[in-house]
């Protein structure tokens, strides 16, 4: 069995994976909040955590991982949209109004992470199914001593917690100093953080000891965890911008919740996004949602391209020139491996895969697959990288069957060669071109292939 080498956040090195039953392989990723659409910072971790999903698949049987994403649907951002649409003249309840916006939301989320080729977690557990969970681990770090309650709140006792700010490499007073925290009358301390709190008639509650009231968010991830992979399991995954406070709050209260278990073994963070060598930032007007690019006609295998050629530990830049490029890519490839049967992943991805998930190198050994020819090792190893799957080829077939236009400019050449008038040659090959049709002409015959910015509409006038 290959070995796997991945970058534990918890420990800042490089250590060797070895889960804790092989036969069951078990990751944790924190998945939205379903109160609007997926933006293209949210697609980066879980095109990534995707991707490891893949190799752990490959690496120790797709029957012996388990993966779970959860949907948190109940957020203080989910009632505010709901609360806007009431606002509006909406005649319907808070709850249908909220129900509605989280079944649309949720609905949107897969089509967006399909279209981008990444796989169907094992489970997709949403926060409103685990409320008793919650209760029941809230209740159990209250008796623990590492929780109170207090005006109807029950809050988190960060110093009960000697670990505190392990995973972030801080300290709790410098993270008092450094950050923006809550300050509440119902508070021992600033950094005391809420697992339980009220609900007015018009938000969603749940009976619980402490009146009727909502989960605060980490402790949602922690019960969901616990109840679906135990109380240790091998890997958390999610965006930098979770580490502190979310994840470092889901150790805290799972380590106080279950002392002798180790929680999570393996801590991934993948990096932010840019745009355009900028933040993406609806002011800056380079903001876009997944959706967005879906729409603009991006095709979903090449977002994916994009993301994994950087490192997931790299920040990443999207650009308009690296789509471009990813998708001339792409269509070759596609090209190259058309009718044929995958062969076996080839060493040099899957030694780049369990390097750290080393995407960037892994596309590199794609790269050489495709000069030397080989055409099933590329589509198979592709396959790692969820590229190349014949259910995402639909956007490179539309438009690219360019067999006559390839014979009639050989015909054209052919007749040049006789008149020596390659006008009518170069009149077709400029057309092609702008259209986004890569030409290749050589003693052999004339090859058409779609390639970036490739436009089937531009070629009626040519037919």
């Not at 893949?54 to 948190?72: I, P, W």
């Not at 009960?160 to 709790?172: E, H, I, N, P």
């Not at 979903?300 to 650009?319: A, C, N, Q």
Request: net charge negative; proline share 5%.
């Amino acid at each position: 069995m290959v070995t796997i080498r991945l970058h534990n956040s918890k420990t800042r090195k490089k250590e060797v994976f070895q889960p804790l039953d092989p036969a069951n392989v078990r990751m944790y990723v924190c998945g939205p909040t379903v109160y609007d659409r997926a933006h293209l910072g949210n697609g980066r971790p879980m095109v990534v955590f995707d991707t490891l999903y893949r190799l752990l698949r490959h690496v120790y049987g797709a029957d012996h991982v388990t993966y779970v994403r959860n949907f948190t649907d109940v957020d203080d951002k989910i009632n505010a949209t709901a609360a806007a649409r009431k606002a509006a003249g909406d005649p319907r309840s808070m709850e249908a109004l909220i129900h509605e916006r989280t079944e649309e939301t949720i609905g949107w989320y897969h089509a967006d992470m399909d279209a981008l080729g990444a796989l169907r977690p094992t489970h997709e557990p949403r926060a409103t199914e685990y409320i008793g969970p919650m209760v029941a681990m809230i209740e159990g770090l209250i008796a623990g001593g590492h929780a109170y309650a207090k005006e109807g709140h029950v809050l988190f006792r960060v110093r009960s917690y000697k670990d505190y700010g392990a995973l972030s490499g801080r300290s709790v007073d410098d993270m008092i100093a450094g950050a923006r925290v809550e300050v509440a009358p119902f508070k021992e301390d600033p950094m005391d953080f809420v697992l339980w709190k009220p609900s007015s008639e018009e938000e969603p509650g749940w009976a619980s000891p402490w009146g009727r009231g909502r989960p605060g968010w980490h402790i949602e991830c922690s019960a969901m965890s616990y109840e679906l992979l135990g109380a240790s399991f091998d890997i958390h995954g999610g965006g930098l911008d979770l580490q502190f406070p979310h994840h470092e709050n889901e150790i805290a209260q799972s380590c106080c919740a279950h002392p002798k278990a180790e929680f999570a073994r393996f801590w991934l963070h993948n990096e932010m996004l840019q745009v355009e060598g900028k933040k993406m930032s609806k002011s800056l007007g380079n903001f876009f949602t997944v959706r967005d690019l879906l729409d603009q006609g991006v095709p979903g295998e090449v977002i994916r391209f994009v993301y994994l050629s950087t490192h997931y530990r790299k920040p990443m830049d999207w650009t308009a020139e690296k789509a471009r490029e990813a998708e001339g890519t792409l269509r070759k490839w596609r090209a190259m491996v058309s009718g044929v049967d995958a062969g076996a992943p080839v060493a040099s991805v899957i030694e780049a895969l369990c390097d750290d998930l080393n995407t960037a190198g892994a596309i590199a050994a794609l790269h050489d697959l495709s000069r030397a020819g080989d055409a099933a090792g590329l589509k198979a190893s592709a396959g790692l990288l969820g590229l190349l799957d014949e259910g995402m080829g639909g956007w490179c077939d539309k438009g690219a069957d360019l067999s006559d236009l390839a014979a009639r400019l050989a015909s054209l050449r052919a007749e040049a060669m006789t008149t020596k008038n390659f006008a009518p040659v170069d009149a077709l090959k400029s057309a092609l071109t702008d259209a986004g049709v890569e030409v290749r002409m050589s003693k052999a015959g004339v090859e058409l292939l779609p390639g970036p910015g490739f436009d089937p509409a531009k070629l009626e006038a040519l037919k």
